[in-house]
């Protein structure tokens, strides 16, 4: 075991980690203790993993969080990313180390999740870039590592600048971060580059360019797009080193938060700190017992002031009033909510003499149909035309609605985890194919290493069309829309959803 500090917070890394057995949901502490020694552990309760240790191990400091639990609680990272390894920057050069001297060089961090744990074989590291870069390929070989996650300012000690704006090239969020921090030897290589390879007869001329490296607060991303696309910066890219990393890990995911900005902003540092402490296997037994004591007493209490002081005839039991559950959409596959919206319903789309489909509206709850006439009618002839006559329809000046019910499940936790990148590359493809228009609000709080990310799709071609064509692959839709333009002849279709 080791002691790293952060900021005077002592941290302990190399921990004895253990899951609890198949078809258990917890460890036998008392037995564990007895048979290993440990008498200190904490808990990850988001993976559902115990890690121990003995506490002279820590060498009588009085506060002491588990380094691994920290990481993973400060992330937001959940239980669905297993064999995976978080790598961040620990400490920059001038910080005091454990010794209160001042550092000469940077410190570099990671944690490895292996089988729904942390990897018992240096699952918890510190160390300078160049050891940390190889014990991470170390890992990725020996073990199936599933994903890598790089802060915004690490993925330049893994990638050349020319391999990090071209993975990120989908992302404008990542590649604003990206050039916003720039090292040294990366400004120097896209400085030389520009100058060197970017003729002033180019569409945006090289001092424009340049001030793409030099202007880090207002970055042209059209400009920077225009220079990722290059032939020049494509054969730069062909001529850096293999991407052995990406051969063995199939998920690098660059993040576009710095290492301070997810783990060691101060106020954050604080809470996750005292939320990771390492306690003493004594002290929850005694805790425990209090917990069984107390509930003993209050329901003695309990029963002593119900028997002293309640007349059993005379008593008025008021049953509790149950609050109403009130069922709301979830976001579902693509496939079963668009055949539940829209297969069946081809009629409507078709000549429906004095009538017209002019909205549709879905979810997984069910859908509304609106249609208009262009005549004077009544509910029977609108009950006629949808073939229901009961409360599923409504009928008021010229105005029809027919309302279908459904209830389809939200997609469960364990379909198959794609990069959000690959997902966003693809979305992007789709705009430039079909012209159809994506927005995705940003939202605010707190940073975490997957956010879920909402989305707009506004198409005039059609939602079976879009799923044809893979464009909805690997997405959550929680809505359907459609309107009509009148004056066009066309539809007009708004898709939401998540990933």
Known sequence: ??????????????????????????????????????????????????????????NKVKKVASFGKYIIEASGLSNEYSNSIICFKFKNAGEFDEDGKPLEYDLYGYIVLLNGTICPDEGEYVAKIDMVRTSIYEKASKHD?????????VSGQFFDIFEILDDAYSNEKLLTDIMSNLTKIQHTELSEFIKQSVPNSAQVHSNEFMALIDNRIDINISHLRQLIKMPLFENKLRSTKEKNL???????????????????????????????????????KIKNFK?????????????????????????????????????????????HLIVACL????????????????????????????????????INDFANLIGKND??????????????????????????????????????KAVIEYGIKISTPQSGGQKKLNPIIKFT?????????????????????SEIGMSIDTRAGFYNWTIKGEF
């Open 246 to 284: 990406k051969y063995l890990i199939p998920n690098i995911l660059i993040l576009s938060y710095t290492s301070d900005e997810i783990f060691w902003q101060q106020d954050k540092l604080n809470k996750y700190f005292n939320k990771c402490l390492i306690e003493s296997t004594s002290a929850r």
């Open 291 to 335: 917990r069984v004591v107390a509930t003993i007493i209050l329901s003695a209490l309990g029963y002593v002031v119900y028997t002293t002081y309640l007349d059993e005839d005379k008593a008025i039991i008021h049953k509790p009033i149950q609050k109403a559950i009130i069922p709301h959409a979830v976001p579902s596959d693509p496939e």
């Open 1 to 58: 075991m080791k002691l790293v500090k952060k900021s005077g917070l002592i941290f302990a890394t190399g921990m004895f980690w253990q899951i609890p057995d198949e078809g258990k949901r917890s460890i036998n502490i008392s037995k564990l203790t007895k048979d290993t020694k440990n008498n200190m552990f904490c808990n990850i309760k988001v993976i559902n993993t115990w890690g121990f240790c003995r506490k002279e191990e820590l």
């Open 343 to 378: 297969a069946g319903n081809d009629k409507y789309f078709n000549d429906l003499g004095n009538w017209s489909l002019v909205s549709i509206k879905c979810d997984s709850l069910g859908a509304i149909y609106t249609f208009n006439s262009n005549t004077d009618t009544t």
């Open 145 to 153: 590592i599933e994903t890598l996650y790089l802060p915004v300012e």
């Open 391 to 428: 409360n599923s329809i409504k009928f008021s000046n010229k105005v029809g609605t027919y309302t279908e019910k459904f209830n389809i499940p939200s997609l469960s936790k364990s379909q198959l985890i794609v990069p959000k990148e690959t997902i966003l590359n693809n979305l992007q």
């Open 457 to 477: 799709i506004i198409s005039k071609q059609s939602p079976i069309f879009l799923y044809k064509h893979h464009i909805l692959d690997n997405l959550k839709i």
